[in-house]
């Protein structure tokens, strides 16, 4: 009786000292330096299939994300912020037709270009977004300008664009945002939707044609610089075909785009609705701050679990306080690329 009492206590003992060696070792994990600055983006997710791009337009698509990526890491390395980093970044998919944000940006049911953006600093937790914009250049910019220049977070139409004006960022007559390839995608869906009987089948060729054909393209971008302080933003035209004034959930602080230095940064891109309703980025960063999740547990977590049980497509790209970086997404594909402190580059588009 005695011996099996003591057996028991020893076996206790030994297990209580395993768990308290394990947690040491995941605490040293994951405080652990992997890089003093990094650079991460991506250029939308949705069904990006191989058999589907031409090597042309891998090549276009392939380099102008090198070009971006590099645009960044140039500035961290020179001990430049990852806001300015982010900024610059997102700007040179802005500028790009290739991409669903800026100049490329997907068309409205009404014809017109409606932008979103949002972007979040993770030293101080403020933040700037703006929705519904239709005639500033770089709305990435103009959220950055909403955050360091106003008292708000969020501005929307007509006024983000007074505010713009008033603070001397560039404005364009909206038909810099047309492109030709995004003008047909609207009146191929618009055909498709003339059949749609009912209003859930509307919905469904909306959602269905859109994740299809126009695959997604929003851009985003998060970097942690030299300092240690992390900023992400995301920049978008939202979906095909939206109308009565919809807004995803690019420029939305805590969906689209989150960041606090004490555990990661996010940006997200796909099925703006979802999106909301998750609370993608933050859940993230939550699941870090509260679970103590590592940044791959908890991106693999909120997209491969939640957002897939819930119906979600899409995905994130994200980077916590070390320096680890992640791209998870639950679709075909995902333009994106990084760069970390030793100059590596990964440049990727399809599932591996
Ligand atoms: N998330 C964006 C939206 O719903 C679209 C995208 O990422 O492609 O507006």
Redesign the pocket.
């Known amino acids: 009786m005695k011996k099996a009492f003591f057996i028991t206590l020893l076996l206790l003992i030994s297990l209580g000292c395993k768990k308290e060696i394990e947690s040491s070792v995941k605490e040293e994990v994951s405080s652990t330096k992997k890089n003093e600055f990094a650079i991460i983006i991506h250029g ?3 069904t990006i299939l191989k058999k589907n791009m031409s090597d042309e337009k891998e090549t276009e698509y392939k380099t102008k994300l090198e070009e971006a990526v590099k645009v960044g890491y140039t500035i961290l390395k020179n001990g430049g912020t990852s806001q300015e980093a982010v900024m610059k970044t997102i700007q040179v998919m802005e500028e790009s037709p290739l991409f ?1 944000s800026g100049k490329g940006a997907v068309f409205t049911h009404d014809e017109t270009n409606e932008l ?1 953006a949002s972007f979040m600093d993770g030293k101080t937790l403020n933040a700037g977004a703006v929705a519904g914009v239709t005639n500033v250049k770089s709305p990435i910019e103009l959220a950055i300008k909403v955050m360091t220049d106003s008292d708000h977070v969020m501005l929307s139409g007509k006024g983000a664009s007074e505010f713009a004006k008033e603070k001397g960022l560039e404005i364009v007559d909206p038909s810099y945002f047309y492109t030709e390839r995004r003008f047909k995608s609207l009146q191929r869906i618009k055909e498709k939707e003339k059949t749609a009987l009912d209003h859930d089948d509307k919905m469904a060729v909306f959602y269905d044609s859109d994740i299809k054909n126009a695959k ?3 851009v985003g971008c998060v970097a942690l610089d030299k300092d240690g302080n992390i900023s992400a933003g ?1 920049s ?4 095909t075909n ?1 109308r009565y004034g ?5 420029p939305i602080i805590g969906s ?1 785009t989150y960041a606090n230095n004490n555990t990661c940064g996010v940006s ?6 979802y ?1 909301i309703r998750n609370q993608v980025a933050y859940d993230i960063s939550a699941q870090m701050e509260y679970k103590n999740s590592s940044l791959k547990e908890a991106t693999k977590d909120v997209i491969q679990n939640k957002l897939t049980k819930l119906g979600g497509t ?1 995905g994130v790209v994200a980077l916590d306080k070390n320096g680890n970086m992640s791209f998870e997404f639950n679709t075909a594909g995902m333009y994106r690329a990084s760069m970390d402190d030793k100059g590596e580059l990964v440049v990727k588009i399809y599932k591996e």
């Not at 978008?236 to 979906?239: A, I, L, V």
């Open positions: 939308g997710a949705g669903n979103d997604f393209g929003t995301t978008t035209g939202g979906m939206k919809r807004i995803g959930d690019s689209g997200s891109t796909g099925w703006g609705e999106f899409g």
